[in-house]
């Protein structure tokens, strides 16, 4: 079965400084994996994705990711912090025993940015 | 360009009763998703609708149901409601074409069971 772990339920982080929200996956075959956010009573947004190619994917409000095939990982980073940036941040993968597009979501980690 | 709406925002309704939710898709999307999200949780997927018909189903029993409409717009419907179905409703929508294109998701339903 595929799945998504997010080790993390919260993430405290100084304004400024950089910041990573991990995530774990395991499926099988090749993943396709993507970063959502959550701000309070909103639906989820859309940050960035990895299909194939570059490991490194630079997605929305300076965020990228880094996609790890040997420790399957697919971490999330941000060079500096904005307080702006403390919301609900979500891992998925999409099911590949599906056609449909179906996404496996993680729990979810809360980043916290003080200032 | 109108992203993915839903509506109501939210909704209460007490045990035993039935709710219809409602989602309009983003403009040029045919294929729309429901996700349930509980309260700590990561959202469920609940299942897909394209040209009218469910095309996938996630682990949800038969009180969880849907439509789709020629206009793309869908409908979840929910029966019997329990307590356990508290939860944040999320619509997602996608084009067909592509399908391992982003889902873009609507504000949710925030439904509340008494």
């Known amino acids: 079965a595929q799945s998504v772990a997010q080790p993390e339920d919260q993430v405290n982080v100084a304004e400024g400084n950089p910041l990573t929200v991990k995530c774990t996956y395991s499926?099988?075959?090749?993943?396709?994996l993507f970063w959502y956010v959550q701000y309070p009573n909103r639906g989820l947004q859309f940050l960035l994705k990895y299909i194939t190619g570059d490991n490194l994917v630079k997605g929305s409000y300076g965020f990228e990711a880094e996609f790890n095939k040997s420790q399957t990982s697919f971490h999330l980073k941000k060079p500096s912090a904005l307080v702006s940036d403390s919301a609900l941040y979500f891992c998925?993968?999409?099911?590949?025993?599906?056609?449909?597009?179906?996404?496996?979501f993680g729990q979810g980690t809360t980043l916290q940015v003080k200032p | 360009d109108a992203g993915v709406t839903q509506s109501p925002t939210h909704l209460i309704k007490t045990r035993g009763q039935q709710v219809t939710l409602r989602c309009s898709p983003k403009s040029g999307h045919d294929t729309v998703s429901w996700y349930q999200q509980a309260l700590g949780q990561g959202p469920q997927f609940i299942f897909q609708?394209?040209?009218?018909?469910?095309?996938q189903r996630g682990n949800f029993p038969d009180r969880f149901s849907g439509h789709q409409f020629p206009n793309y717009s869908s409908e979840l419907n929910v029966n019997a409601l329990l307590l356990g179905d508290s939860a944040l409703y999320l619509c997602?929508?996608?084009?067909?074409?592509?399908?391992?294109?982003?889902?873009?998701f609507g504000p949710g339903t925030r439904l509340t069971v008494l």
């Open positions: 997602a929508s996608s084009p067909q074409r592509g399908w391992d294109n982003e889902q873009f």
């Open positions: 499926v099988s075959g090749n993943p396709y």
């Open positions: 998925a993968v999409r099911d590949v025993g599906s056609n449909t597009g179906k996404l496996i």
């Open positions: 609708y394209y040209e009218e018909e469910e095309r």
